[in-house]
């Protein structure tokens, strides 16, 4: 007696559940029975599942009967004539969609060559095994698993032409790679998901090699001249809103170039850009501070008489303006209202991203390496028939990832560049290695992917031979200029008169816990005291009763509030240790300052 | 050459001298005893710690950053089940926070000749491990009519364990408190002194009698004896050091459990001491690291310090400190300020901590000393 159940229900139980999941199973197959349910017996637990719920993750195999596929070539003729579907095979029960569950009781042979009796189902193709970005990286099967992980999530961090509408989109954060190119070396994937329409890297040529150790750990070389002719070069879009927002009392946001004597009026030159509209003019040219959108809104609390005399000098600036470190052009204006009709302005700007030192590029094996230096054309290495790699990429990256598909992925691109054709990089379908090889030899190269090089400052050759071809790489969104980011003096938080945090707010680069340490480790206390000074006061300091006592600016004169007539004397602490004291004071704690002179 | 020594022998350390004078042996002459020696006393001032050396936070640092490499956190012997060893950081967890209750007690037994060069080195493992009344028996049984319980006993293992019912029946009778204990055909049949009749009681008396120790020792349960250089040891999961120690075979001098308190306990606070550097450096070496023992005698030291074995914990050793201030930048901090401002403690601020929250020089390396210069008014 075998329990039965549905979607993880009791619902009965049988005698013979090997007899119930044959039926199920002919059923399904037959179209009597939906092709979406699945079913599976748990010998174990002596139990058939049978889940007809939504949420399953499902792929599809061909179904096999005595070790014969039942796909066969005729199907292959409709489909390719149009006659026959993907939907009428699964209707017909010639692929089968399986759930995880299901696939445990079943036997699935790769290739048509490996089917015996005993298999149940064949793979439609070896891709599906691999989701949409892991097929997206050719040779996959030559990779190290989790460089093949790595590989696919750098692609979805690459730069590209993500939607065609791009101009009229106010995205966040967008990032156009200017000059995309389709794959020399690509997988069935790439076809089926036309990867030829939304491209995300370049076909560049690469010498494996190190440069002076401008490439050591990770990063790479790039040519001055591919750069200058259009490698890596890319946009930057970011959207500014503005809105008129309502307020109680009738009283509403205004989008104009503010009155001067508005309160936090900045200054002339921060509203220059600005049309009498309040809004700026499309194609200027703006940098850190310059307002994009000009407006000024009610104030935030109304008294007395001022509710009566809105006049401009109640009023505050509230515009949108350019943050610190900020610099592009703007691209366009729109000028619309919101859901609830208050007008909107969206301004998108545009930044124009030539690749620079310290930028982030990958292949797609997860070879990914930041730019060391950008060499100028002339200098570079050059092939003995004149080629100029665009990129130099170190050899060191390989030996401890085993990123074999890297390595061939490099050969296979320089046949296809020689050829003029693609090369087929699917998964487990790949063209060979060896008939690669052999076709570039034909073609008048090296099979192996070798070539002499000479130094491109001395003209000498190189005492090696130096692996050279072609590969897709792709630029990431990881960019110096939006992450570049240092202060000697700048904003401190109003609590604790501390450096403020962050980029965005042009913060303080923190010297943490652990790194203290190792000053006291070194004994350097005098350093570490003066690395600690950011927030340092003095404080007056009441000698009788040791509360911090106050500083009365007019007379010149230190005074307890406490006991009025007392010494004080001054006293240099961390303004975070006054925060603390007055904390205790809130809690009716008592810190007295006990003070001994230090000499 | 004792003339030689005389200017020398108060500036080290007698082991040292004793081990240099060996080294050199009778015939070094006079002069070269004393060049000797000055090298010698110029290297020991080298090597001492400085004054104002921050040790507390180079010992920190040293065991701290390897332990960020460290991997494999336990460590199993081939074929033996629940015989595995907490080993890399969560051991080094374990005994620097101090914990009374390990993940994985256990000890080395060392034996004396001849027993370590293997002669029954099976039987001596077995007697060593504990054996439980339900471990040799074959089915116990309630028979609630005679509230007794009988005992089938399997005497395949009993054999094995060397024992006769007759000796099981005697050992019984002194270890199953409040049981009188009978032989009847082939079983034990046991009933309660106090004659109770519940049936309740009669079924927890069952559950207490399968745990009863009939051989070996309580707390040893599980013995691997294996070969370590030219001698057998019996390594033990579990374990009861005031026992082993106690057994003619074993060798006291050497046998040591992991477990610091017992080792406290049993031996006394030095004898834990050098457990707490033993077991930290045990995983450092096995790890394949390198750490300078002395950082690990100084937490040792720390730990030791009040008599007693503190684990570095809010509990332990951090509730030693003299500043508030200290304490309460470390964990629970509103714990020690409520404590401070009801016992109108004072901070003295004479440690680093304290003075780096107030902004003032920490009293290490350059900050340990003041110098006060007297200016002269252009007089």
Known sequence: MADVYLNGKFVGSVDEPLVLMASLK????????????????????????????????????????????LLTDEHLRKLSRNELSWSDLVRQGIIEYLDAAEEEGVFVAFFPEDLTREHTHLEVAPITMFGLTTSLVPFTNYNSAQKVNTGSKNQKQALGFYAANYPVRMDMDVNLLHYPQVPVVKSLMHDIVEYEKHPSGQNVVIAVMSYKGYNIEDAIVINRGSIERGLGRGSYYRPMVAEELRYSGGLVDEISIPDKDVKGYRSEVDYRFLEDDGIITPESRIGEGDVVIGKTSPPRFLSGMEQYSLSSETRRESSVAMQHGEEGVVDTVIITENSEGNKLIQVNLRDHRTPEVGDKFTSRHGQKGVVGLIVPHADMPFTASGIVPDILFSPHGIPTRMTMAHLIELVAGKVGALSGRYIDGSVF????????????????????????????????????????????YLRLKHMVANKIHSRARGPIQLLTRQPTEGRAKEGGLRLGEMEKDTFVAHGASMLLKERFDSDRTTVPVCSSCGLIAIYDEYKKRAYCSVCTDSETSLVEISYAFKLILDEFKSLCIYPQLKLVNRY | MADALKEYEALLPSGLVSRMVEELGDKASDSKVKSVFKRLVDEYERMKVHAGESVGIVAAESIGEPGTQMTLNTFH????????????????????DGRKTLATPMMDIYLKRPYSQGQDIKKIALSVKETRLKDVAAEISLNLADARIDVAVDDARLSELGMTKQGLVSVLKKEAKGLSVELRKELLCFKAKNKEENVNEVFKLKEKLKEVVIKGIKGVYQVLPVKRGSEFVIITAGTNLKKVLSL?????????????????AVLGIEAARQAVINEVFKVIENQGLNVDIRHLMLVADTMSAAGRIQGITRYGVVKNKASVLAKASFETPIKYFIEASLYGEVDKLTSVVENVMLNQPVPVGTGMLKLVAKHDEGK
């Open chain 1, 26 to 69: 002919d059923r399904r197959r037959a179209g009597t029975l939906d092709v979406n349910v699945n079913f599976f017996y748990d010998d174990s637990a002596d139990a058939v599942y049978v889940e007809c719920m939504r949420g399953r993750l499902r792929r599809p195999l061909i179904v096999v009967k005595d070790g014969v596929p």
């Open chain 1, 429 to 472: 379908e790949s063209e060979p290695e060896a008939a690669l090889r052999s076709e570039l030899l034909t073609l008048g190269f090296r099979d192996n992917g070798l070539e002499t090089m000479f130094n491109g400052e001395t003209g000498e050759q190189f005492q090696v031979r130096i692996y050279v071809g072609n590969m897709y």
């Open chain 2, 77 to 96: 012997f081939a074929g033996v089940a629940e015989m595995n060893i907490t080993m890399g950081l969560p051991r080094i967890i374990e005994v620097l």
């Open chain 2, 248 to 264: 003619p075979f074993v060798d006291d001098t050497r046998t040591v459990s992991n477990d610091i308190f017992e080792i406290e």
